[in-house]
């Protein structure tokens, strides 16, 4: 069964940091790409960041560049997201996904393997 697992999420204070972590079980998470995306109720799912196979090269949201670190570890067939400097509206659903590439795309259409979520809260 294809599956991803996200998990990490939980509630911090302005500044603070979160990990998360994405577990990847039914397939060879090495021949693709890995994105992260982040929901807030009664808004579009928007791309956070995204990290290839190929030359593990990484893309990022403005809103986040600086701040958040993608990486992945295939042995472990997993990927993470550091968020540092968390702000009130980093407060979301983050979930990863993958899709047929190996190659990065911020298009939500292109993903068709999403986690189920795990929420992230950002408040004083």
């Known amino acids: 069964q294809v599956q991803l697992v996200e998990s990490g999420g939980g509630l911090v204070h302005p500044g603070g940091s979160l990990r998360l972590s994405c577990v990847a079980s039914?397939?060879?998470?090495?021949?693709?790409?890995i994105a992260w995306f982040r929901q807030v109720p009664g808004k579009e799912r928007e791309g956070v960041s995204c990290i290839n196979t190929h030359d593990v090269s990484t893309i990022y949201a403005d809103s986040v560049k600086g701040r958040f670190a993608i990486s992945r570890d295939n042995a472990k067939k997993a990927a993470y997201l550091q968020m540092n400097s968390l702000k009130p509206e980093d407060t979301a659903v983050y979930y990863c996904?993958?899709?047929?590439?190996?190659?990065?795309?911020?298009?939500?259409?292109?993903?068709?393997?999403w986690g189920q979520g795990t929420q992230v809260t950002v408040s004083s």
């Open positions: 039914g397939f060879t998470l090495d021949y693709y790409a």
């Open positions: 996904a993958t899709g047929e590439s190996n190659y990065c795309s911020g298009l939500r259409d292109d993903y068709n393997n």
